[in-house]
C-alpha cells in the first residue's frame, strides 16, 4: 500500500482531526467526517451520546481484544470487520475490511501540542455533498 503523511489533532474528550494529502477524517464527539478530497461526496456519520469518535461508530460492532489489538465485526455492516491497534495509550493503526479489501491508516511519528481550537473538529467539506450516516447501512 501507499504511505501518506500528515497531522492529527486530538482534544479531550473524543475530538479528533486526521489530514493528509488526499483527505480528512475529523470528529467533534457528536459527527464524524471522512472525506476524501478528490472526491465531491463526504460521509458524515452521527456518533454523539456514544462516546463519539471512533468508538461512537463502533458501538454496535462485536469487540474482542488481543493484548493492545482491538477487533470488531459486524456482518453486513460497510466494513464488516475493524481492527485497531493501540500503544502508549494512542491509537497506532486502524485496518478496515470490506470483503476481500482492507485499507489501513497507520499513525506515527506523533507529537502533542496543547493550543488547539475547538473549531478545528467541526469539519466543513468545501463543495462536497454530505452522505448522512453511511454506516448505517
Known amino acids: 500500500g501507499s504511505v501518506q503523511s500528515g497531522k492529527i489533532l486530538y482534544q479531550y474528550p473524543g475530538k479528533l482531526r486526521v489530514e493528509t494529502g488526499t483527505g480528512v477524517i475529523a470528529t467533534n464527539g457528536q459527527h464524524l467526517w471522512v472525506h476524501n478530497k478528490g472526491s465531491s461526496l463526504c460521509a458524515r456519520q452521527d456518533v454523539g451520546g456514544v462516546g463519539g469518535g471512533i468508538l461512537g ?63 478545528m473538529f467541526n469539519y466543513k467539506p468545501a463543495g462536497a455533498q454530505i452522505i448522512e450516516n453511511p454506516l448505517n447501512n
Open 57 to 119: 461508530v463502533l458501538s454496535s460492532y462485536e469487540g474482542t481484544i488481543q493484548g493492545n489489538t482491538y477487533i470488531f465485526k459486524k456482518k453486513g455492516a460497510r466494513f464488516e470487520e475493524i481492527v485497531v491497534q493501540v500503544a502508549g495509550g494512542m491509537v497506532r493503526s486502524v485496518r478496515m475490511k470490506r470483503g476481500d479489501e482492507s485499507i489501513t491508516y497507520s499513525f506515527s511519528g506523533m507529537t502533542i501540542d496543547a493550543g488547539i481550537s475547538g473549531a
